[in-house]
């Protein structure tokens, strides 16, 4: 079954680092990028940024630049999505989605989303 | 502040037509294709159309989408209880060195 299941819910203080994982079955992981998108309470849709697993390579919304790190391990078909001096407002469902199209017709879209990790900043 | 402009609701009874559109700019929407996701209550976003225009393969033929320049709409037809969701619309952005942009998402009612 082609699916990305993601890790349990976590409770973070302010100031602390969250790990969000991302497992892959069903289609060969490194041949698709991972993204991560997040969703506040009651709000919508923000993106974090991408990993392409095959190479690691990555690229991270302007907003979220020197406190995410998105890794992957090839060996376990796994994305890690990890945030830094976490605060309130980082409160939310966090996302992760495959993402696919054609290259030659130039089009993209996310057709795989994991049910989500939600991640609570409290002190 | 959404990057893609959408209406905050739209609502209709069953069997009408709506559509909800959405508005970007020549760095998103007037120069990528343009998708729309559907997120039923408590569920994450699902795919409902990709490339301005194309649906997965399981979404009905209710629903449609199109784009001219840098605006985009999404039409259901025939609508069905079952269509009360929160829909968003998104695009790659070429500014800041690429980025994915999202609409605020409209949520829609069956009356």
Redesign the interface.
Known sequence: QVQLVQSGAEVKKPGASVKVSCKASGYTFTSYDINWVRQATGQGLEWMGWMNPNSGNTGYAQKFQGRVTMTRNTSISTAYMELSSLRSEDTAVYYCARRTGDEGLDYWYFDLWGRGTLVTVSS | Q?VLTQPPSASGTPGQRVTISCSGSSSNIGS??V?W?QQLPG?????LI??NNQR?SGVPDRFSGSKSGTSASLAISGLQSEDEADY?C?A?DDS??????????TKLTVL
């Open positions: 959404s990528n294709t998708n996701y569920t994450a976003p699902k795919l990709y490339s997965p968003y998104a790659w800041l060195n690429g980025r994915w942009v999202f609409g605020g998402g």
